[in-house]
C-alpha cells in the first residue's frame, strides 16, 4: 500500500515543483519528503514483519525511481540542475535495473551499504534543490557528493553481477 500511495504521489509532487512562487516549493518538498518516507517505513515494515511480495520486489524499486526521477527530470527543465547530472543518475540506475534482470537468474545481488549512501545523497541533494534559497555551493556539494556515490555503486554493481555470473557458471561446469 505504502509503494502504491508513493507512485500516485509522483504526479502531485511533479505538478506542485512547477507551480509558480515559494509556497509551492514547500508544497513539493512536504510531498517528496512524504514520498521518500513511505519508501523507508515500506522496507522497515516489510523486513520487520516478513511481508516481502513478489509485487514489492518489482515495485518499490519503479516508484523510486519514479519519485527521484520526477524530481531530476524536472529540475532539470526549471533548468535549476543541469541535465547532464539527471542523465549520469538516472542512466546508472536503468542500467543496473537491466542488469539486475540481466542475472536474475543466476541470483540476486543483495543493495549495498554504498546504494544506501547513494540513495540518502540523492535525496539530500534533491531536497537542496527544491527548498528556495539554499546556496548553490551546498547543492553543488551535495548533488557532487551524489553523482560520485552514484557512478561508483553502479560499477561495483557491474562488477558483482559479472562475478555472479562467473560464480553460477563454475557451479554448473561451465
Sequence with gaps: MLTVLRLALVPFFF????????????????VFAVGSFTDYLDGELARRYGLITDFGKIADPIADKALT?????????LQELPWWVT????????????????????????????????????????VLYIVPGVPDIVRWTVMGAAVVVTVATGVDYVWRAVKLRQVARKARGE
Design 15 to 30: 505538478v506542485s515543483l512547477f507551480l509558480p512562487g515559494p509556497t509551492w516549493r514547500w508544497v513539493a518538498l512536504g
Design 69 to 77: 526521477g520526477a524530481a531530476l527530470v524536472g529540475l532539470s527543465i
Design 87 to 126: 542523465v549520469v543518475i538516472l542512466g546508472r540506475e536503468l542500467g543496473v535495473t537491466l542488469l539486475r534482470f540481466w542475472v536474475i537468474r543466476h541470483g540476486v545481488i543483495p543493495a549495498s551499504y554504498g546504494g544506501k549512501v547513494k540513495t540518502v545523497l540523492q535525496m539530500a541533494a534533491i
